[in-house]
């Protein structure tokens, strides 16, 4: 009975339209050191605002992102740190209607754009309570 509800539940959560986009900063956790490991990820976004997070009321924007994402985990006077490098091909199509100023009839502008959206650099370590450990000490 568990295990038909509990499918139930992913059947229905999967079906719906979610209203969320990218990672949070949790994406990418402690591990052990020496690991280094490549995340790639495929995004694919009808919304109406843009890369840059900026709400564009009647647009309808269809946005294809790769996130590729390098880490490497490592020791730093005995902390876990991590470096990690980020970049995101990708491209954005669409269109808004816009009123002209010389009629009332909107006139439609479209975008097809493509290449790299927000990359980073990102550094972190470990202050409290994540000491450097390697696979085996990690597993353990």
């Given at each position: 009975m568990k295990r038909i509800l509990f499918a139930l539940i992913i059947v229905i959560f999967s079906s719906q339209l979610l209203m969320a986009?990218?990672?949070?900063a949790r994406m990418i956790l402690w591990g052990p050191t020496g690991v280094t490991g490549v995340i790639p990820k495929w995004?694919?976004?009808?919304?109406?605002?843009?890369?840059?997070?900026?709400?564009?009321?009647?647009?309808?924007?269809?946005?294809?992102?790769?996130p590729i994402t390098a880490i490497?985990?490592?020791?730093?006077?005995?902390h876990f740190a991590q470096v990690m490098v980020n970049a995101v091909p990708g491209n954005v199509m669409g269109s808004i209607f816009l009123p002209t100023t010389d009629s009332e009839i909107p006139s439609e502008v479209s975008v097809n754009t493509n290449g790299f959206i927000d990359g980073f650099v990102g550094f972190k370590i470990g202050l409290i309570n994540q000491p450097a450990l390697n696979v085996k000490e990690y597993a353990a």
């Open positions: 986009q990218g990672d949070g995004m694919s976004l009808n919304q109406n605002m843009t890369p840059a997070n900026i709400l564009v009321k009647d647009a309808d924007l269809n946005i294809n992102a790769f490497h985990n490592f020791g730093l006077a005995g």
